[in-house]
Protein backbone atom coordinates (compact mmCIF):
# COMPACT_ATOMS: atom_id res chain seq x y z
CA UNK A 1 0.00 0.00 0.00
CA UNK A 2 1.20 3.45 -1.29
CA UNK A 3 0.70 6.72 1.52
CA UNK A 4 0.80 9.66 -0.49
CA UNK A 5 2.36 12.97 1.28
CA UNK A 6 -0.68 14.68 1.87
CA UNK A 7 -2.44 11.21 3.42
CA UNK A 8 0.96 11.02 5.46
CA UNK A 9 1.10 14.94 6.47
CA UNK A 10 -2.85 14.57 7.73
CA UNK A 11 -2.12 10.99 9.96
CA UNK A 12 0.33 12.77 11.52
CA UNK A 13 -1.53 16.26 12.12
CA UNK A 14 -4.21 14.18 14.07
CA UNK A 15 -1.81 12.31 16.30
CA UNK A 16 -0.60 15.39 17.07
CA UNK A 17 -3.60 17.24 17.83
CA UNK A 18 -4.50 14.29 19.99
CA UNK A 19 -1.39 14.39 21.87
CA UNK A 20 -1.78 18.07 22.84
CA UNK A 21 -5.41 17.64 24.76
CA UNK A 22 -7.49 17.40 22.23
CA UNK A 23 -7.22 20.58 20.56
CA UNK A 24 -9.96 21.54 17.79
CA UNK A 25 -8.79 19.39 14.45
CA UNK A 26 -8.28 21.78 11.48
CA UNK A 27 -10.45 21.53 8.69
CA UNK A 28 -9.48 19.49 6.07
CA UNK A 29 -9.19 21.36 2.59
CA UNK A 30 -6.87 20.59 -0.35
CA UNK A 31 -5.70 23.17 -3.20
CA UNK A 32 -4.92 22.75 -6.65
CA UNK A 33 -1.43 24.62 -6.45
CA UNK A 34 -1.69 25.97 -9.99
CA UNK A 35 -5.49 26.51 -10.24
CA UNK A 36 -6.37 27.67 -6.97
CA UNK A 37 -9.43 25.31 -6.76
CA UNK A 38 -9.73 24.45 -3.20
CA UNK A 39 -11.98 21.60 -2.23
CA UNK A 40 -13.03 21.37 1.78
CA UNK A 41 -14.08 18.31 3.04
CA UNK A 42 -17.43 19.52 4.57
CA UNK A 43 -17.83 16.88 7.76
CA UNK A 44 -14.31 18.77 8.82
CA UNK A 45 -15.96 21.68 9.39
CA UNK A 46 -16.77 21.86 13.64
CA UNK A 47 -18.47 25.38 13.90
CA UNK A 48 -17.77 27.48 16.94
CA UNK A 49 -19.83 29.33 19.20
CA UNK A 50 -20.78 32.43 18.09
CA UNK A 51 -21.86 35.91 20.23
CA UNK A 52 -25.00 37.15 18.32
CA UNK A 53 -25.33 39.72 21.10
CA UNK A 54 -28.33 37.73 22.03
CA UNK A 55 -28.16 35.84 25.09
CA UNK A 56 -29.10 31.86 25.07
CA UNK A 57 -28.49 31.53 21.41
CA UNK A 58 -27.08 28.17 20.20
CA UNK A 59 -25.35 29.85 17.08
CA UNK A 60 -21.91 28.09 16.09
CA UNK A 61 -19.84 29.21 12.68
CA UNK A 62 -16.56 28.62 10.97
CA UNK A 63 -15.03 30.13 8.22
CA UNK A 64 -14.22 27.43 5.48
CA UNK A 65 -11.43 30.15 3.37
CA UNK A 66 -8.83 32.59 4.33
CA UNK A 67 -9.01 35.68 2.55
CA UNK A 68 -5.75 34.85 0.92
CA UNK A 69 -7.32 31.70 -0.51
CA UNK A 70 -10.74 33.87 -1.98
CA UNK A 71 -9.96 38.12 -1.91
CA UNK A 72 -13.39 38.02 -3.30
CA UNK A 73 -16.28 35.24 -1.64
CA UNK A 74 -16.32 34.22 2.07
CA UNK A 75 -18.03 31.17 2.83
CA UNK A 76 -18.52 29.11 5.88
CA UNK A 77 -21.13 27.24 7.72
CA UNK A 78 -23.27 28.02 10.30
CA UNK A 79 -25.25 25.72 12.75
CA UNK A 80 -28.10 26.69 14.64
CA UNK A 81 -30.37 25.25 17.20
CA UNK A 82 -33.69 26.78 18.06
CA UNK A 83 -32.08 30.51 17.88
CA UNK A 84 -32.88 33.12 16.42
CA UNK A 85 -31.08 36.55 16.11
CA UNK A 86 -31.04 39.98 14.35
CA UNK A 87 -28.43 40.85 11.52
CA UNK A 88 -28.02 43.69 9.26
CA UNK A 89 -26.46 42.67 6.15
CA UNK A 90 -23.50 44.63 5.07
CA UNK A 91 -22.65 42.24 2.27
CA UNK A 92 -24.89 40.06 -0.13
CA UNK A 93 -25.31 36.80 1.35
CA UNK A 94 -26.18 33.33 -0.32
CA UNK A 95 -27.17 30.44 2.21
CA UNK A 96 -28.09 26.92 1.19
CA UNK A 97 -29.82 24.82 3.93
CA UNK A 98 -27.94 21.82 4.21
CA UNK A 99 -29.79 20.26 7.09
CA UNK A 100 -32.90 21.53 8.70
CA UNK A 101 -34.86 24.43 8.34
CA UNK A 102 -33.96 28.30 8.09
CA UNK A 103 -36.41 31.00 8.35
CA UNK A 104 -35.28 34.70 7.65
CA UNK A 105 -37.71 37.06 9.10
CA UNK A 106 -37.51 40.65 7.47
CA UNK A 107 -40.14 43.02 7.46
CA UNK A 108 -43.84 41.20 7.99
CA UNK A 109 -42.58 38.32 6.00
CA UNK A 110 -40.96 35.05 6.35
CA UNK A 111 -38.98 33.21 4.20
CA UNK A 112 -38.24 29.65 5.02
CA UNK A 113 -36.07 27.40 3.26
CA UNK A 114 -35.22 23.92 3.71
CA UNK A 115 -32.35 21.19 3.24
CA UNK A 116 -31.70 21.50 -0.21
CA UNK A 117 -33.25 25.53 -0.70
CA UNK A 118 -30.86 28.25 -1.98
CA UNK A 119 -31.81 31.73 -0.26
CA UNK A 120 -30.33 34.98 -1.31
CA UNK A 121 -30.70 38.10 0.76
CA UNK A 122 -29.12 41.47 -0.58
CA UNK A 123 -26.95 43.97 0.96
CA UNK A 124 -28.76 46.26 3.43
CA UNK A 125 -31.60 43.89 4.68
CA UNK A 126 -32.12 44.18 8.82
CA UNK A 127 -33.20 40.42 8.90
CA UNK A 128 -33.97 37.97 11.70
CA UNK A 129 -32.00 34.65 11.52
CA UNK A 130 -34.38 31.74 12.63
CA UNK A 131 -33.68 28.21 13.04
CA UNK A 132 -37.16 26.33 14.38
CA UNK A 133 -35.19 23.33 14.89
CA UNK A 134 -31.23 22.11 14.53
CA UNK A 135 -30.45 23.52 11.11
CA UNK A 136 -26.90 23.53 9.35
CA UNK A 137 -26.05 25.87 5.93
CA UNK A 138 -23.25 27.14 3.95
CA UNK A 139 -23.00 30.71 3.21
CA UNK A 140 -20.90 32.45 1.03
CA UNK A 141 -20.82 36.62 1.37
CA UNK A 142 -19.70 39.13 -1.07
CA UNK A 143 -17.89 40.75 -0.38
CA UNK A 144 -15.23 38.21 1.59
CA UNK A 145 -13.49 41.62 3.26
CA UNK A 146 -17.10 43.11 4.11
CA UNK A 147 -16.43 43.48 7.75
CA UNK A 148 -13.29 45.81 6.35
CA UNK A 149 -16.13 47.97 3.90
CA UNK A 150 -16.93 51.35 5.38
Known amino acids: MQINQEKLEEIIRRVLLEEMGGAKPPIEKH ?48 EMDESSFPWTLEYDEVDYIIDGVLEI ?27 PGKSRFLYVTYPADWAEQE
Open 105 to 131: KINDSVVRGEAGDIIFIPKGSSISFVS
Open 31 to 78: VEKKSGVLVVKGKTVKPEPFDTGKPGTKVFLSDIMTLKESPRLMAGIM
